[in-house]
């Protein structure tokens, strides 16, 4: 089974905010430990009796607030950017996904559309590990915890049963599952990866995004696992012409071959 971590960075009630970020990274379930394993080691830095108490989140860590405040700000910006280079370098199974959304300039919703957008593409790197690799798997989308928790399950569930706007979901388990972020590292890896994907767009600091930009999941020059809405906003320019992506996920031909 793969899983497939999220978590979101922006608001879309800020008028500070000028992007919202949906994003996080998928892994094979027997590779979780490891990688939790190295995010701890970064965490013993600052608790070394307790490592599990300290929390990697990308906006505390950044601005040094709560239990970062007496952190020095390079030891907290070294550990985000160790953080993301674990997952740089991490096992081939892992793959990133993310959604950046210009709100004004997106006529659309947001949050159901990135969830569509993220959803449709895991879904189909797990079509296409079937196809390619004859690698059967299935999926499951694991969330921080998330105000709508209820409006997303409820659009999985549509697009496993009546299908979104390229198709219907084939591989999902079950509906996303939603954790607190204190209890998983990998969700915490999501949060870094949405921060670092908001720095890089809102405020054009790229250090961070710089280090996890290759491991989108991608289909030859494509990178279909990230994605801007909408794609012409001034704010993904630069990067859209670095990472060509789909601006829909109609499937080859040869994906439709599979049916479950």
Known sequence: MHLLYLDDSGSLTDPA??????????????????LERQVDAIAARFDVANPRSVELHGSPMYTGRGFWRRIPLADR?????????????????????????????????????????VASSFDRALVHMHIRQRNTQRGMILFDKHKSEEAIQSLARDFKELGHRWGVLRNMVDVPVFLDSRASRLIQLADLIAFSMKRHYQNEDSRFFDIIKGRFYREGPQTVGLVHLPVQSPLFAATAAQHPNRTTLARPTADLGREQ
């Not at 905010?17 to 490891?34: D, P």
């Open 17 to 34: 905010s000028k992007v919202f970020i949906l994003a996080g990274l998928s892994i094979f379930e027997r590779q979780t430990h490891w």
């Open 77 to 117: 910006h070294r550990a985000m950017s160790d953080a993301l280079t674990c997952v740089r370098d991490a096992h081939v199974s892992v793959s990133l996904f993310g959604v950046a959304v210009d709100p004004l300039q997106y006529p659309g919703d947001p949050i159901a559309d990135s969830f569509e957008y």
